[in-house]
């Protein structure tokens, strides 16, 4: 091979090994943000036909909204709601904070974690952002939110509506 055919090749070979270093780099990136998710789920009001989750009963009237809640593995959690007011009247009504817990199977009434209170808007919007202590293990994990200090109701809980 000529020598001007080795540096063509010596090219061709370096600028194929910057662009698979770059892509690789790109894709690790991709995976090592989604990897840091445990959790990420969607919230919905309650309604009165809900069942009890987790020993809590569902709160005494129908609550519309919709939210999310995402969980990583360095134990950040983070809220987020909007609209969550008791239906038909465009209010959160009486409730001014809310608390989120997170509940794993199978262990039916302790959760893992309850969030300090948040403030809860009169339109029903609230956001948290928060440092949680993570279990070692998390099978059907639930997300509840509650009202005001009564940890013993909820108001909206991980799932959705069609």
């Keep these: 091979m000529t020598r001007t055919k080795k540096a063509f090749v010596a090219a061709v070979v ?7 270093t770059a892509a690789a780099g790109n894709r690790q990136h991709g995976r090592s943000h989604q990897h840091g998710k445990l959790l990420r789920t ?28 995402t969980l990583d593995r360095k134990g950040r959690f983070e809220f987020r709601i909007r609209n969550l007011v008791i239906e038909g009247t465009g209010s959160a009504g009486p409730v001014t904070t809310v608390r989120v ?59 959705f509506t069609s």
């Design 14 to 20: 370096l600028v194929a090994a910057v662009f698979v």
């Design 42 to 69: 969607n919230l919905v009001g309650s309604i009165l036909s809900d069942p009890s989750i987790h020993g809590r009963n569902r709160g005494g009237v129908p609550w519309e909204g919709n939210g999310t809640a």
């Design 101 to 159: 817990s997170l509940f794993c199977a199978p262990e039916a009434s302790a959760a893992v974690f309850t969030t300090d209170p948040t403030p809860l808007s009169s339109d029903g919007d609230a956001r948290l952002r928060e440092h949680v202590t993570l279990p070692a293990r998390c099978l059907a994990p639930v997300v509840l939110v509650h009202p005001n200090a009564n940890t013993a109701a909820y108001i909206a809980a991980s799932g």
